[in-house]
């Protein structure tokens, strides 16, 4: 399951970069630098797109290095643009990628899982990723969203969801 | 772990419910009415505030009967007022609070569920969980906190993620 949901989050990661391809199309066709989304809020004391794109790399990250028992690489918070944005992605996805099911395998239930904030305080893995983890990821993900769709990005809940592997029924 | 996921639907739900409340404690302080909120959106082709509460309960509220195999009840989108929000998260915890895990016995990932669009197409289990449903609930449960904290509601992130089990490390 912490490898399915792993998994999950690497797709989300690809769908919030076709999303950062589209600002990028409007903006040409608007002829207005798409680098001003990069600092772009939904409220004055909120986080600017950049910082929820990171945060959403990051939780991905150390969900799957947490799950994984493994290092996460870590990554410097100095993008400025787009393709600096696109990039973050690309780490976090080289990261979570090199990953494989057996690596989760020694995940139980049971694995406390360290936080980096409160200290000393920690989360058994089932709570880590469903309370913890999986609403974080999200929250910033869907912010990015939120943010670029107010500012007039052509985006709509299928570039969201991404293809589905439906099948027949 | 559908019964798991399905929890965290109910958890995130009472969640949503107590940001309502900030917001019209906030609206009460501003001296506006709070139900200005219902129709507030992030952009004019965006859907409203009333609408991304409706589609969080329903998804997690359709979730839980499909995963559980038992049939969800209709609740009617009549909702104009902060008052009917309140009660219409309440109808969804109803129906979602009174599954226990056993109900959840009988999924497994070879089950298909069946969407509502696009017709003849289903899911499989988990792709249903963790590439439709999850993603799509928190699409509209961020949506409306994005929405009231553009509309200046004093939210955060640790409202959003609610108390969380923590334990010693």
Do not use: W
């Amino acid at each position: 399951m912490y490898y399915l949901a792993v998994r999950q989050f690497a797709r989300t990661l690809r769908i919030l970069d076709t999303i950062l391809t589209k600002a990028e199309r409007y903006a040409e066709a608007r002829k207005f630098d798409v680098n001003n989304f990069v600092s772009a809020r939904l409220a004055p004391d909120m986080l600017p797109l950049v910082v929820q794109i990171r945060v959403a790399c990051d939780t991905a990250k150390m969900s799957a290095a947490n799950l994984a028992q493994k290092e996460a690489p870590k990554h410097e918070d100095t993008e400025k643009t787009f393709e600096e944005l696109h990039a973050r992605i690309g780490k976090a996805l080289a990261f979570i990628d090199g990953l494989t099911e057996s690596d989760f395998a020694k995940a139980t239930p049971d694995l406390v899982i360290k936080m980096a904030n409160p200290q000393g305080k920690g989360l058994r893995a089932n709570d880590y990723l469903f309370a913890r983890q999986i609403p974080n990821f999200y929250f910033h993900v869907v912010s990015a969203y939120d943010i670029l769709r107010h500012g007039g990005v052509d985006v709509g809940k299928s570039d969201y969801l991404g293809e589905l592997p439906l099948v027949d029924v």
